[in-house]
């Protein structure tokens, strides 16, 4: 993947904005699906901070628990990726796998934090904000991953944050096969590798309805 397909992707996207309404939008349903947890990139894709704010910047539309919208966003370009990535942990249920495998390194971040103590409505407005997001990276032909077991003491003091980091965000271009495998709920949630692949159990949508 050459360093311009992003660009041109994206400078396509920013041109074609106008006239996307009357083009027929990219289905949620594909978004979603591809929309999967990377944990390995192609860094020949370089992440800029446009790219990261254009992600960022689904944040003035979406639901927010009162609108107190209190969650604020530190982009992290490949400059500083090396400070993220040593305070991050990835692939917890594969430790044998040790990833990010070496040369695959997620070189872009972006820190979701809050401007309050997080309450039960920040966690809310976290989870829209992030899947959102997610989406969005997905339409500009990138990918991504939620994470939770990251330093937080060690990140606010890098980054001289003022406000509580929750969540963060790896972007780039996914350099992983992820595959979604319909499970039943009694059955074991993990996901695991298969043949080079990366499976994800679901659990069917017939168990999930009351
Ligand atoms: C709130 C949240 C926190 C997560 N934290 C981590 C993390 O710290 N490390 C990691 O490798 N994956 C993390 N993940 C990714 C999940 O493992 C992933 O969503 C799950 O395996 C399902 O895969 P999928 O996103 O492709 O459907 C997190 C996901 C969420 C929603």
Redesign the pocket.
Known sequence: MADNYLENKYDNLLKNKTSMSAKKATAVSSLMLK???Y?GYDQRCIVTFEHLKHIVSVNDKIPSARNQQVLRFKLVDSDNADKVLNL??????LPDLH?PIKGTEPRAFIIVCSIIDADKWTYTDL?IS?QSMLLQAVEMGLNG??????NKEKIKEEFNLDAEPL?ILAIGKGAEK?R?KSIQADKDHN?YRENGEHI?P?VKIDELIF
Request: net charge positive.
């Open positions: 929309n999967r947890s944990r991050i942990k990835l692939g917890s249920a990833l989870g992030c991953i939620c994470i939770g077991a990251f969540l992820i979604i996901y994800v679901k």
